[in-house]
């Protein structure tokens, strides 16, 4: 087990490579064999994850440049193992639902090189090695949206590009400023971030660094006002793009602000609480009302994300155990439940070669159980209890609502705005007549997107009725998180409010 997060890093990079041998009539077993390999040993290793342990676990760290404290650093908490989880899972099924024909073995290998960089992002634990990983994501999705994509394709490739590399650029100097400071305190270079969660830095320069790291960050879930980018990059993506953007490569924002601004600058992350939290619920509620005029179902799902994804940075910033537990939680059902949608449409897509609700209309009568699916995953979507998109979203806006009661009751409009335009949209494609002839002979779901479909459902139902498998580990990370903030904090006020919000968790500390 001293090597499992290096196999899971590693395995599909170089199956990426030794696919490119393999005939293209064989080229779909074998990605399906090693995405189901893969997933199999991310089991493996919550099977052997101690889920009341706190720290980082499956640790292996290699020096690279010794001299400037670059290594090569893995592990995972409570929250990075589910997202490493959910990503092995999500290309699994985005590799069994995969419609593509066209030049199938570079498609292929571009989704193994992605999910590489999808682990490495989530188990990095030296910033340099993180940053790699967060970069290099870049490339593969960009190829994918470029070569497969619809449309005005290279328009929404170039754009995703450029507004992420954008980014990641101020990140990249808040890393360097970051072990520069390290260096100044202790007399020596670091780049592990395990060390820089240990520093106290003043107020000013935690604002500074928060905001330069945080607009990388914010860029990437996308936050209200730099999510323009990710309509055009889902809109003119292919189904496995949209599937793999929306299930994991917006989740690396969010755990951004988890793993790098709220145990680095607690002050500021106490300090921006407000202005953040505004954001989201503009995010929540703005792009709700953006989904609902839209006349393309794809585009539709596409700002329900963005709107969840408001929920999620709320969650994150209501510096408690529950907001925090309930935002990393709701990071996997978003990422399951949003997959699924896309993979849904892109079946649609696929027998009508349009994704215009004006084109649809009666497809319920032609594609019963295609429609039954459809309305759970949206059901889903909408946040209905006893399903996985409950309790995330629940347990996100109840961690706010210790810091704001108004601002989580207008987040939680969420819910109401999200059954209005998903309802919308279900109504407008399955129901009334069927005045397009072509629809009257649309074929229902076949067995290969069945099988790709039940295991969303199922783990949909599964964690909505009993999320304390993964709600367990996530919450015990939770905790650690808030305590080590709350000692971490230089300014009476911020440890006032971090204690107030976490009176329980923090009894044992004053």
Not at 50 to 79: K, R
Not at 291 to 299: L, M, P, V
Request: hydrophobic share 55%.
């Amino acid at each position: 087990m001293d090597y499992i997060l290096s196999f899971l890093i590693f395995f599909p990079l170089v199956a990426a490579l030794l696919g490119l041998l393999v005939t293209r009539e064989s080229i779909r077993t074998y990605a399906l064999t090693v995405t189901g390999v893969q997933f199999l040993v991310s089991l493996l290793l919550w099977l052997n994850f101690d889920a009341a342990n706190p720290g980082m676990q499956f640790v292996q760290q290699i020096p690279v440049v010794e001299s400037l404290g670059i290594s090569y650093f893995v592990g995972v908490d409570g929250f990075s193992l589910w997202l490493v989880i959910l990503s092995t899972f999500m290309t699994l099924i985005a590799v069994m639902g995969l419609s593509e024909t066209r030049n199938l073995k570079n498609l292929i290998a571009a989704i193994l090189v992605l999910e590489t960089t999808m682990v490495g992002v989530f188990v990095a634990l030296d910033a340099i090695l993180f940053y790699l990983f967060w970069e290099f994501s870049l490339v593969p999705m960009l190829y994918i949206i470029g070569a497969w994509g619809s449309g005005r394709r290279i328009y929404a490739a170039v754009k995703f590009f450029i507004y992420t590399f954008a980014g990641s650029l101020l990140l990249l100097l808040g890393m360097l400023f970051m072990a520069w400071f390290y260096y100044q305190s202790t007399g020596m270079w670091s780049f592990s971030i395990l060390d820089w969660h240990l520093l106290q830095l003043p107020f000013n320069l935690q604002l500074w660094l928060f905001v330069a790291m945080g607009i990388g960050f914010a860029v990437k879930v996308p936050m209200f006002p730099f999510h323009t980018w990710l309509p055009y990059a889902h809109g003119m993506a292919p189904t496995v793009g949209s599937v793999l953007l929306a299930a994991v490569l917006l989740k690396m924002g969010t755990y951004g602000f988890v793993r790098f601004s709220l145990p680095m600058f607690p002050d500021a992350s106490v300090y921006f609480m407000i202005p953040i939290g505004i954001i989201a619920v503009i995010m929540v509620i703005y792009t709700a009302m953006v989904a609902f005029a839209q006349k393309d179902i794809k585009q539709v799902i596409a700002y329900s994300s963005i709107s969840h994804m408001g929920v999620i940075v709320l969650g994150t910033f209501a510096l408690n155990a529950e907001g925090i537990a309930g935002s990393v939680f709701f990071m996997l059902s978003h990422g399951i439940i949003s997959g699924a949608l896309f993979m849904l449409v892109g079946m649609l897509y696929d027998r009508r070669h349009t994704k215009l609700m004006s084109e649809f209309g009666g497809v319920a009568k032609t594609m019963p159980i295609y429609a039954g699916i459809f309305l759970f995953m949206v059901m889903a979507s909408a946040g209905l209890p006893l399903t996985m998109g409950f309790i995330g979203e629940f347990l996100s806006l109840l961690g706010y609502y210790k810091v704001s009661p108004i601002m989580a009751l207008l987040a939680g409009t969420s819910i109401v705005l999200g059954a209005i335009y998903l309802l919308h949209l279900f109504r407008q494609t399955f129901y009334g007549p069927i005045t397009v002839e072509a629809n009257k002979s649309l074929r229902d779901l076949m067995p290969k997107e069945i099988v790709a479909l039940v295991p969303l459902i199922a783990v949909v139902v599964w964690l909505g009725v009993y999320p304390k498998p993964v709600l367990g580990s996530i919450d015990t990370s939770a905790k650690n998180l808030v305590n080590l903030m709350y000692t971490k904090a230089v300014l009476p006020e911020s440890r006032e409010k971090l204690y107030d919000l976490n009176t329980y968790e923090l009894q044992g500390v004053r």
